[in-house]
């Protein structure tokens, strides 16, 4: 099976530092993307950020980035400056480029930010 | 723009009985798909429809059904209910299907309990 695991299922961070979320997949396609998204407690999943696996350059969205290591098949989630409103599940995604909008989900990291 | 749209927000069943669910996707987005969020399982993918037309499918029995309509809103089906099919189930809608890895676009979610 082509599976996304997340080995933290928990995780605490001071407000105002960094913390970084694991997430490491298997795939045998050689094009597919990786997603994260958040979880909230009010149920809504947000899409944090996405990577594009034909590129090297790592993506950043503002606080957020990741570090993809394509051959090592590991895709983390960098938050930096972290916020109260940064408190939520965190989900890392895969999908493959032959499936459609089928994404396989991690199992979830639940990010605690203490004030 | 309005969101992807989930009705009913919760609902409570008994076994045996079935169960419609409504999702209305972003306006323009014609990909839906369908997840089961449980504490034990996750993130399960059940399908995906565009077009009117189921495009992929997931690893559910055939208690789960659904379908799209010409503008794009999906229904999903569960009959004969199962203690074991209490869960959030998550509606997504994109703008097309793969391959280009549009991101999905969530919805919150109708919360089943069943009794």
């Known amino acids: 099976a082509q599976t996304v695991t997340q080995s933290q299922p928990e995780m605490s961070v001071q407000e105002a530092e960094t913390v970084t979320l694991s997430c490491t997949y298997d795939?045998?396609?050689?094009?597919?993307?990786l997603f994260w998204y958040k979880q909230p407690p009010s149920r809504q999943m947000i899409l944090v950020i996405r990577?594009?696996?034909?590129?090297?350059q790592n993506a950043t969205e503002n606080r957020f980035s990741v570090n993809f290591q394509k051959a090592a098949k590991s895709f983390s989630l960098k938050i930096s400056d972290s916020q109260l409103g940064d408190a939520a599940m965190y989900f890392c995604?895969?999908?493959?480029?032959?499936?459609?909008?089928?994404?396989?989900f991690g199992g979830g990291t639940r990010l605690m930010v203490k004030p | 723009k309005a969101g992807v749209t989930q009705t009913p927000r919760y609902l409570i069943k008994t076994r045996g009985q079935q169960v419609t669910l409504s999702c209305s996707p972003i306006s323009g987005h014609r990909s839906v798909s369908w997840y089961q969020q449980t504490p034990g399982q996750g993130l399960q993918f059940l399908f995906e429809?565009?077009?009117?037309?189921?495009?992929n499918k997931g690893n559910f029995p055939g208690r789960f059904s659904g379908r799209q309509f010409s503008n794009s809103r999906s229904e999903m089906n569960v009959s004969t209910l199962e203690l074991g099919d209490s869960a959030l189930y998550l509606c997504?809608?994109?703008?097309?299907?793969?391959?280009?890895?549009?991101?999905?676009?969530f919805g919150d979610g109708t919360r089943l309990s069943i009794l």
């Open positions: 429809y565009f077009s009117e037309t189921q495009r």
């Open positions: 795939t045998s396609e050689s094009d597919y993307y």
């Open positions: 997504a809608s994109s703008l097309a299907p793969g391959p280009v890895g549009q991101p999905q676009h």
């Open positions: 995604a895969r999908l493959n480029n032959n499936a459609g909008n089928m994404l396989t």
């Open positions: 990577q594009e696996a034909y590129k090297q």
